[in-house]
Structure formats: structure tokens, C-alpha cells
């Protein structure tokens, strides 16, 4: 069964030492392994810089004089571009995870900062700010949830509930492409669903089953994870769990702050 998450795919099949590094493993030089605890440190290193590179960038834009406004445009469609090359080959490869992960969190943190500023901005000051909060404060609460509940054995991902998760996942990807072209064709029945200040019941109820799904995806990372480390994958997986675990999260967030946004303009 694959993964609703691309950048999990490693942690599916059995690796040997030599899948791992494409080299013989010299006999007694086996490096050390994922821990649990690594990937920790490693998620919170890259969460950080994230955050770093988010807040950077709105205060870039923000600037009462302006001076940083006519750069937003090319700061986030960059970040976009560069965080989806480096997300593809971290995935493949991910030896390149330790080096390129930081890259990809900095790269998504600029995209994210300018989102949450254009979003905001929407609305009057005080609100738009708190809105960004509320996002930022129920994308950690969710996770903390869906590692609790993993964690406890609340929720069990067995076969039909991946199954489920990774083809809704499928199916939602497959909306976001067929609405992409479709905007760009000057069809925006689809598209118009996706907009942040798009009030209508469908909308609404289509970004609360997003949401709810970017919520279980992160039960299967957990999973995935979990695995790694009991597996005995070497170290550098542990960055690669991390980046795994920012996808996700940065999803999540992008989903909720849509979703409150929509509910604010309602």
C-alpha cells in the first residue's frame, strides 16, 4: 500500500543498508540509525526555519512605506517553485535530505509568509493577524491531537483506513490539478471552490473534508516514521522523516487558514 505522501514512499518497502546508501555497506561501519528522538530534533530544526523564513518575509511586504511590496509577487511564486523542485528531489533521493530540507523550509516559510500577508490583509488589521494565529495555533493543535491519538492507539491506520486516506488523498490532488487547468482555460466553476473568500456552503464543506483528510495523512506519517526507526534506516532519515512531516503540516495549515478565511467572510 503507498503512501498518501510522495515523500514517504522509502519508508514502504524494506531498505537494506546498501538501498539506502547505493553502496556496500563496509562490515563493521554500519552508521547510526533513525531514532524517534533524531527525527524530532530534525522536524523541529526545519519547523524553525520555516517559521524564520514566514516571518521574514511578511515583515518584508508589511513595510509601512511599501518599499517590499513589489517584491511579494516574486518572492512567493519563487519559494513555490523552488520548494516543489527540492520537495521532488528530496524524494527521490533522499540522502540529499539533511542538505536540501533546510532549503525546502526556508524556500515554503517565504511562500507561507506572503500567503498569510495577502490573506490577512483581506481583512481589518486586527482580524487579518488574528486569523494567521488561529491557523498557525490549529495546525499544531491538530498534530499534538493525531499524535496523541496515534501515540495512544486511538487511532490504528490498518489497511482499510489507508486504503481510504491515500485514495481520497489521490482524489483531492486530482481536483487541485483538473481546477488549475481549468482557471487556465477559463473554466472557474472548479477553481472558484479553492478561493479563500468564497463563502458558499460547497466550498465551505469541501475545505472541512480537506482539512479533516490533511489531518489523517498525518497519522500515516506517523506510521511511516514509526517504522523507520524501528527498521534501523540510517541517520539521515531522520531529516528525511522531518521534511516528510513539513509537507504535511504546511498543507494542513495552508487548508485552515483557507477555511477561516472562508468562514470570516461568511
Not at 498569510?116 to 498557525?136: I, K, M, Y
Not at 493543535?141 to 486504503?163: E, N, Q, S, W
Request: proline content about 5%; some cysteine; glycine content about 10%.
Amino acid at each position: 500500500m503507498r503512501s498518501a505522501n510522495p515523500a514517504l514512499r522509502p519508508f514502504e518497502r524494506p531498505q537494506t543498508w546498501d538501498d539506502a546508501f547505493g553502496t556496500k555497506a563496509v562490515a563493521g561501519a554500519r552508521p547510526k540509525t533513525m531514532t524517534i528522538r533524531g527525527t524530532v530534533t530534525a522536524t523541529g530544526i526545519l519547523l524553525g526555519i520555516c517559521t524564520a523564513a514566514a516571518v521574514g518575509s511578511w515583515a518584508m511586504v508589511s513595510q509601512p512605506s511599501g518599499a517590499g511590496a513589489a517584491l511579494a509577487m516574486p518572492v512567493g511564486l519563487g519559494g513555490v517553485l523552488v520548494g516543489l523542485v527540492l520537495a521532488l528531489v528530496i524524494s527521490f533521493k533522499p540522502r540529499t535530505a539533511p542538505f536540501l530540507g533546510p532549503i525546502y523550509a526556508a524556500a515554503e516559510g517565504l511562500f507561507l509568509g506572503i500567503l498569510s500577508f495577502v490573506v490577512a490583509s483581506r481583512f481589518p488589521p486586527e482580524v487579518g493577524t488574528t486569523l494567521v494565529f488561529q491557523a498557525v495555533g490549529l495546525t499544531f493543535g491538530v498534530a499534538a491531537t493525531m499524535l496523541i491519538a496515534y501515540a495512544t492507539g486511538l487511532i490504528r491506520p490498518g489497511k482499510v483506513f489507508r486504503a481510504v486516506v491515500i485514495s481520497a488523498t489521490g482524489g483531492v490532488c486530482l481536483f487541485y490539478l483538473v481546477a488549475f487547468v481549468g482557471r487556465l482555460l477559463g473554466f472557474d466553476a472548479l477553481s472558484s471552490l479553492l478561493r479563500f473568500d468564497n463563502a458558499s456552503p460547497l466550498s465551505i464543506g469541501l475545505s472541512l473534508f480537506v482539512v479533516a483528510l490533511a489531518s489523517l495523512n498525518l497519522v500515516l506519517d506517523f506510521e511511516f516514521i514509526h517504522r523507520g526507526s524501528q527498521a534501523g534506516l540510517p541517520r539521515h532519515m531522520e531529516w528525511y522523516g522531518g521534511f516528510a512531516l513539513l509537507v504535511t503540516l504546511v498543507w494542513l495549515y495552508i487548508e485552515l487558514l483557507r477555511l477561516l478565511s472562508k468562514l470570516r467572510s461568511k
